[in-house]
């Protein structure tokens, strides 16, 4: 076999692993957008921008005080995200008129729209862009192994905010902590001129309205990397009045949406006094106890769930103190890593999703780290492992009741009404469940791409093969296959037409870093 064919052959094998990972629950099922709650709150940021072009919510929606800002009706969670995902949002809804979408855009129901396409195609986009950041500076390490090594960063809970649950913030996050790690060492030795400090400044200002608190920890890299500023007295002044610029900005916008000076906490109303009432002592005691269960546990644990984090600290404490770098910096970076703990500490497991979606914002820095060090064999061993099991996990989520968030005790020891206790012992058992298996492989887009093909109420409900499957399985089953079956061919098109084009360009990124 050529060399070429046999690229060729794997470069079609890794787009199909790519494209197993999406799941069309939130595109095509989601009727609601889990009213009240965060989805609703990120796609109303975009759709304010996209449709309105203004920043005025109170003819969006009318909503629950408890969760949405009581005094503006504007939605608690920051709204970066939903930003940046707007010119999507206004592109793609403008396919509603041209195909003439059976379903009406709407601000409390848009699936299935394509302007909810939109904000689907954004995650994708500022996912892949990313990725080509942190690619451009790990190719300096000549790694044979960090493609595997970039796989592995989308497999660390990220994975479940690009290709499903994509109305979450997690993609812009890493888009944008991306971006940070990629201007900080763009040019290693040399420090950051005009340009790099206004696009440093831009960066920081987006990740401070899309998610506070890895803004706050993010502020530390300009410590870890102070030796690329360099400051002459017209250099400060510029400086100094792009900072004032974009701080104004800022206190601006705060102002307008949420009627103070900040936003660096959520801006629940009466709700988040749930959360802040019980912030003590005893409760971050408790939680640095319970630190191996984050790293360890089959709840969710670091190890399974968010595995490149599990490598960056595990380089950090071994290659590269070892390397003697200068302990100034490692103090930062230990520092850096410690601070990102600090959500987690604070939420405790009542931040429902999967994986360990607070860890997002050191991706990026995790990934630079093991592309720098990596080269022991057992550590290669341990990655390849890692990034397999957490592929296998993350294909088995939602394929069972017992594979899906329920309520039950999380790592933390905490009693939460969603979670996925002894998670990763359940996938182990999956292994030898066939019902789970098919439940998992029903699941995907080319299933989906099947069931709008062939309407398969009939021949399903008289199948034989399916007799000794559970018949609750099977009803929930059928109901998915008429949703598919009724979906709008162009609407699905185009979704199959996304899915492609990241699993190529991305399957393109990676075979780049192996060559």
């Given at each position: 076999?050529?060399?070429?064919?046999?690229?060729?052959?794997?470069?079609?094998?890794?787009?199909?692993?790519?494209?197993?990972?999406?799941?069309?629950?939130?595109?095509?099922?989601?009727?609601?957008?889990?009213?009240?709650?965060?989805?609703?709150?990120?796609?109303?940021?975009?759709?304010?921008?996209?449709?309105?072009?203004?920043?005025?919510?109170?003819?969006?929606?009318?909503?629950?005080?408890?969760?949405?800002?009581?005094?503006?009706?504007?939605?608690?969670?920051?709204?970066?995200?939903?930003?940046?995902?707007?010119?999507?949002?206004?592109?793609?809804?403008?396919?509603?008129?041209?195909?003439?979408?059976?379903?009406?855009?709407?601000?409390?129901?848009?699936?299935?729209?394509?302007?909810?396409?939109?904000?689907?195609?954004?995650?994708?986009?500022?996912?892949?862009?990313?990725?080509?950041?942190?690619?451009?500076?790990?190719?300096?390490?000549?790694?044979?192994?960090?493609?595997?090594?970039?796989?592995?960063?989308?497999?660390?809970?990220?994975?479940?905010?690009?290709?499903?649950?994509?109305?979450?913030?997690?993609?812009?996050?890493?888009?944008?902590?991306?971006?940070?790690?990629?201007?900080?060492?763009?040019?290693?030795?040399?420090?950051?001129?005009?340009?790099?400090?206004?696009?440093?400044?831009?960066?920081?200002?987006?990740?401070?309205?899309?998610?506070?608190?890895?803004?706050?920890?993010?502020?530390?890299?300009?410590?870890?990397?102070?030796?690329?500023?360099?400051?002459?007295?017209?250099?400060?002044?510029?400086?100094?009045?792009?900072?004032?610029?974009?701080?104004?900005?800022?206190?601006?916008?705060?102002?307008?949406?949420?009627?103070?000076?900040?936003?660096?906490?959520?801006?629940?109303?009466?709700?988040?006094?749930?959360?802040?009432?019980?912030?003590?002592?005893?409760?971050?005691?408790?939680?640095?106890?319970?630190?191996?269960?984050?790293?360890?546990?089959?709840?969710?644990?670091?190890?399974?769930?968010?595995?490149?984090?599990?490598?960056?600290?595990?380089?950090?404490?071994?290659?590269?103190?070892?390397?003697?770098?200068?302990?100034?910096?490692?103090?930062?970076?230990?520092?850096?890593?410690?601070?990102?703990?600090?959500?987690?500490?604070?939420?405790?497991?009542?931040?429902?999703?999967?994986?360990?979606?607070?860890?997002?914002?050191?991706?990026?820095?995790?990934?630079?780290?093991?592309?720098?060090?990596?080269?022991?064999?057992?550590?290669?061993?341990?990655?390849?492992?890692?990034?397999?099991f957490s592929y296998i996990g993350y294909l088995l989520f939602?394929?069972?009741?017992?594979?899906?968030?329920?309520?039950?005790?999380?790592?933390?020891?905490?009693?939460?009404?969603?979670?996925?206790?002894?998670?990763?012992?359940?996938?182990?058992?999956?292994?030898?469940?066939?019902?789970?298996?098919?439940?998992?492989?029903?699941?995907?887009?080319?299933?989906?791409?099947?069931?709008?093909?062939?309407?398969?109420?009939?021949?399903?409900?008289?199948?034989?093969?399916?007799?000794?499957?559970?018949?609750?399985?099977?009803?929930?089953?059928?109901?998915?296959?008429d949703v598919y079956y009724n979906l709008n061919i162009y609407?699905?098109?185009?979704?199959?037409?996304?899915?492609?084009?990241?699993?190529?360009?991305?399957?393109?990124?990676?075979?780049?870093?192996?060559?």
């Open positions: 076999m050529s060399s070429t064919l046999k690229k060729n052959r794997n470069l079609v094998f890794c787009i199909f692993i790519l494209s197993l990972l999406f799941k069309p629950l939130w595109l095509f099922n989601n009727q609601n957008l889990g009213i009240p709650g965060d989805d609703m709150s990120y796609w109303l940021h975009s759709a304010t921008i996209a449709f309105d072009y203004d920043l005025d919510y109170k003819n969006d929606y009318k909503f629950d005080s408890n969760i949405f800002n009581s005094e503006t009706n504007v939605p608690s969670h920051p709204p970066g995200a939903g930003y940046l995902a707007s010119p999507f949002v206004l592109l793609f809804s403008q396919l509603e008129k041209v195909i003439h979408n059976s379903v009406e855009t709407t601000r409390s129901n848009p699936v299935k729209s394509f302007a909810y396409l939109g904000f689907f195609a954004s995650g994708l986009f500022y996912t892949y862009l990313g990725t080509f950041f942190l690619s451009k500076i790990v190719k300096r390490f000549n790694n044979k192994y960090s493609g595997l090594v970039i796989f592995c960063g989308l497999l660390s809970s990220l994975v479940h905010f690009v290709s499903t649950r994509f109305l979450m913030a997690h993609a812009a996050e890493f888009f944008l902590c991306s971006t940070l790690i990629y201007i900080f060492e763009k040019n290693k030795d040399k420090p950051l001129n005009k340009i790099e400090i206004l696009l440093l400044l831009t960066t920081y200002f987006f990740l401070a309205i899309t998610r506070p608190s890895t803004f706050l920890y993010s502020l530390i890299l300009i410590f870890v990397y102070r030796d690329k500023f360099k400051f002459n007295s017209k250099s400060i002044v510029i400086s100094f009045g792009e900072f004032s610029l974009f701080s104004a900005i800022y206190v601006l916008l705060s102002r307008k949406l949420y009627k103070r000076n900040f936003m660096l906490l959520n801006t629940y109303g009466e709700n988040m006094n749930e959360y802040t009432s019980t912030i003590n002592i005893e409760q971050f005691l408790n939680g640095f106890l319970k630190l191996p269960n984050l790293f360890f546990s089959t709840n969710m644990g670091v190890i399974f769930s968010t595995p490149i984090v599990f490598l960056g600290v595990i380089i950090l404490f071994t290659k590269q103190f070892r390397n003697n770098e200068n302990k100034l910096r490692m103090f930062y970076l230990f520092l850096y890593f410690g601070a990102s703990s600090l959500p987690l500490l604070i939420w405790q497991g009542r931040e429902v999703a999967y994986g360990q979606r607070l860890l997002v914002g050191i991706i990026p820095l995790s990934t630079l780290l093991v592309c720098k060090y990596l080269s022991d064999h057992r550590q290669i061993i341990i990655t390849k492992f890692l990034t397999f939602y394929s069972s009741e017992k594979l899906t968030l329920k309520s039950g005790v999380t790592l933390w020891g905490t009693q939460v009404g969603f979670t996925a206790e002894n998670y990763y012992i359940e996938v182990i058992k999956a292994f030898t469940n066939y019902e789970t298996i098919l439940s998992a492989i029903l699941r995907n887009i080319y299933v989906v791409d099947f069931l709008k093909l062939f309407n398969l109420r009939n021949f399903l409900n008289d199948s034989s093969f399916l007799v000794s499957i559970n018949t609750e399985q099977v009803s929930s089953f059928l109901t998915y296959a609407y699905l098109a185009i979704v199959n037409v996304l899915i492609f084009l990241f699993s190529y360009a991305y399957a393109k990124l990676i075979f780049s870093l192996n060559n």
